[in-house]
């Protein structure tokens, strides 16, 4: 990313987006989403997304290919989340969403908390979307459902640039479960490759221009 005549380098080489197939109502969180392809494009970010050609998916993926950017589509045919994240995923963002979407988020947040990955996981709080499932996650912290080291798996930005900013950033905070788990997870890791056959160029979708 070119800031005042310097480069600057991510720590990342791909983010995976999880976002809604449909745009929603409201005209902003559209405009979110092409500014979140720009931000990629600019970091020289890969983006790994769902697959799909609508709905702020189809958004986010048309963006970051007409400005240059490498996309990588994925369907839960061609393969499980898991194996997607084992493989290829450096860092998570969500985007606007409904369940599906949000079973997904949840689902990457929950193998942080196992120790699975140690990679941030971010909210895209496009005006105020997500403030109600962060006061949520807060309460579960409060209420001894969640412990505080693990509240900070989720960052959470109001624009793209300030999101992945804070994903650079992001330090994880290890505990307990992680130590527990690491071993169960280095066992999994050992065995996908020869479940799953992976190849990167699987994943490869063509876009629906």
């Given at each position: 990313?070119?800031?005042?005549?310097?480069?600057?380098?991510?720590?990342?080489?791909?983010?995976?987006?999880?976002?809604?197939?449909?745009?929603?109502?409201?005209?902003?969180?559209?405009?979110?989403?092409?500014e979140l392809a720009q931000e990629l494009v600019a970091r020289?970010?890969?983006?790994?997304?769902?697959?799909?050609?609508?709905?702020?998916?189809?958004l986010v993926s048309q963006a970051v290919h007409h400005a240059g950017g490498n996309v990588l589509g994925y369907t839960h045919h061609s393969s499980s989340t898991y194996e997607l994240f084992t493989f290829l995923v450096l860092v998570n963002v969500?985007?606007?969403c409904g369940y599906g979407t949000l079973e997904e988020l949840l689902?990457?947040?929950?193998?942080?908390?196992?120790?699975?990955?140690?990679?941030?996981?971010?909210?895209?709080?496009?005006?105020?979307?997500?403030?109600?499932?962060?006061?949520f996650i807060d309460k579960a912290v409060d209420d001894g459902f969640i412990k505080?080291?693990?509240?900070?798996?989720?960052?959470?930005?109001?624009?793209?640039?300030?999101?992945?900013?804070?994903?650079?950033?992001?330090?994880?905070v290890h505990d307990g479960i992680i130590a527990k788990a690491s071993w169960e997870v280095e066992q999994q890791q050992q065995q996908v490759p020869q479940q799953v056959g992976f190849n990167a160029t699987t994943f490869q979708t063509q876009i629906a221009l």
């Amino acid at each position: 990313m070119e800031m005042e005549g310097k480069v600057v380098k991510s720590r990342f080489k791909r983010v995976c987006v999880f976002c809604g197939s449909s745009t929603g109502k409201r005209k902003c969180y559209r405009d979110a989403a092409v500014e979140l392809a720009q931000e990629l494009v600019a970091r020289r970010l890969d983006l790994v997304y769902g697959g799909g050609s609508i709905g702020l998916m189809g958004l986010v993926s048309q963006a970051v290919h007409h400005a240059g950017g490498n996309v990588l589509g994925y369907t839960h045919h061609s393969s499980s989340t898991y194996e997607l994240f084992t493989f290829l995923v450096l860092v998570n963002v969500s985007h606007i969403c409904g369940y599906g979407t949000l079973e997904e988020l949840l689902e990457v947040i929950t193998w942080a908390q196992l120790g699975i990955h140690d990679k941030p996981v971010g909210l895209l709080n496009v005006d105020g979307y997500y403030n109600y499932l962060l006061t949520f996650i807060d309460k579960a912290v409060d209420d001894g459902f969640i412990k505080p080291s693990q509240r900070h798996i989720i960052v959470s930005a109001p624009n793209a640039t300030e999101l992945v900013q804070k994903l650079e950033e992001y330090v994880p905070v290890h505990d307990g479960i992680i130590a527990k788990a690491s071993w169960e997870v280095e066992q999994q890791q050992q065995q996908v490759p020869q479940q799953v056959g992976f190849n990167a160029t699987t994943f490869q979708t063509q876009i629906a221009l």
